[in-house]
């Protein structure tokens, strides 16, 4: 659906998540089946995490950056599912403005951070292959520390950049997303303004942390 010209003045103050099926019997099927999947990724990456934590030879640089990816892993699957799964639950779809833009900010820096620190473990690799005799030094707690909070800093840039150029488009027509969770393209389509310095906003974005 093409953005709407000539705003009748009328902002959208909830947005309608149609979700992944039309069908009313296969709800329950969808909710077991993402309930299912929801708790063996947090058990899993719960799983490395105790690991990695009670093992005093998995404390390396290379499962310190695990370590983090399985946080991030387990932040961005429930800014996502549990959200879609309650209204699974309560058959209930609309979600209030507010509400969707702190999904859309919260995914798009969790998710963020997560490409960046797989840039950090693919230089840590680098390091140990290619430079095995100063690794040590060059990879050290401190570096690390540093290589996190970058990967967090640009991430969260990334995001506030999107989300704050999200709330300058107008939104006053259909309000139905075609997605289970709140995100640009699916927004951009029902904007009634134009969405041509954010879409370029997001191409920029995704082809530097490609």
Same mark, same amino acid.
């Given at each position: @659906?093409? $953005?709407?010209s /000539? %705003?009748n003045?009328?902002?959208?103050?909830?947005?309608?998540l149609?979700g #992944?099926?039309d =069908?009313p019997e296969? +709800?329950p099927?969808?909710?077991?089946?993402?309930l299912?999947?929801?708790? +063996?990724?947090?058990?899993?990456? #719960?799983s490395?995490?105790a690991a990695?934590?009670?093992e $005093?030879k998995? &404390?390396?640089? @290379?499962?310190f950056?695990? *370590?983090n990816? !399985?946080?991030?892993?387990? *932040?961005?699957?429930?800014?996502?599912v549990?959200? @879609?799964? !309650?209204? +699974?639950?309560?058959?209930?779809?609309a979600?209030?403005?507010?509400?969707?833009l702190?999904q859309l900010f919260?995914? &798009?820096?969790? %998710?963020g951070?997560?490409?960046?620190?797989?840039?950090?473990m693919?230089?840590?690799?680098?390091?140990?292959?290619?430079r $095995?005799?100063?690794y040590?030094?060059? @990879?050290?707690?401190?570096?690390q520390?540093i290589?996190?909070?970058?990967?967090?800093?640009?991430?969260?840039?990334?995001? +506030?950049? &999107?989300t704050i150029?999200? =709330?300058?488009l107008?939104f006053? /027509?259909?309000?139905e997303?075609?997605h289970f969770?709140?995100?640009?393209p699916?927004?951009?389509?029902?904007?009634? !303004? !134009?969405t041509q310095?954010?879409?370029? #906003?997001?191409? %920029?974005? *995704?082809?530097?942390m %490609?």
């Open positions: @659906m093409q $953005p709407k /000539g %705003a003045g009328t902002a959208v103050t909830e947005f309608i149609l #992944l099926v =069908t296969l +709800l099927l969808v909710f077991v089946l993402f299912f999947a929801y708790l +063996l990724t947090v058990g899993g990456n #719960l490395i995490l990695i934590l009670v $005093p998995l &404390h390396t640089p @290379m499962y950056f695990l *370590g990816l !399985s946080v991030l892993d387990i *932040g961005c699957i429930t800014v996502t549990p959200s @879609m799964l !309650s209204r +699974l639950f309560s058959h209930k779809r979600v209030p403005y507010g509400a969707c702190t919260f995914f &798009h820096q969790l %998710a951070v997560d490409c960046f620190l797989l840039t950090a693919a230089y840590d690799r680098f390091l140990a292959i290619c $095995p005799l100063t040590s030094a060059r @990879m050290s707690h401190s570096v520390w290589l996190v909070a970058v990967s967090w800093a640009c991430a969260l840039t990334n995001a +506030l950049i &999107h150029a999200l =709330t300058t107008n006053c /027509g259909p309000n997303v075609n969770y709140c995100d640009l699916q927004l951009f389509q029902l904007s009634c !303004s !134009s310095l954010n879409e370029r #906003l997001l191409f %920029a974005a *995704g082809f530097i %490609a």
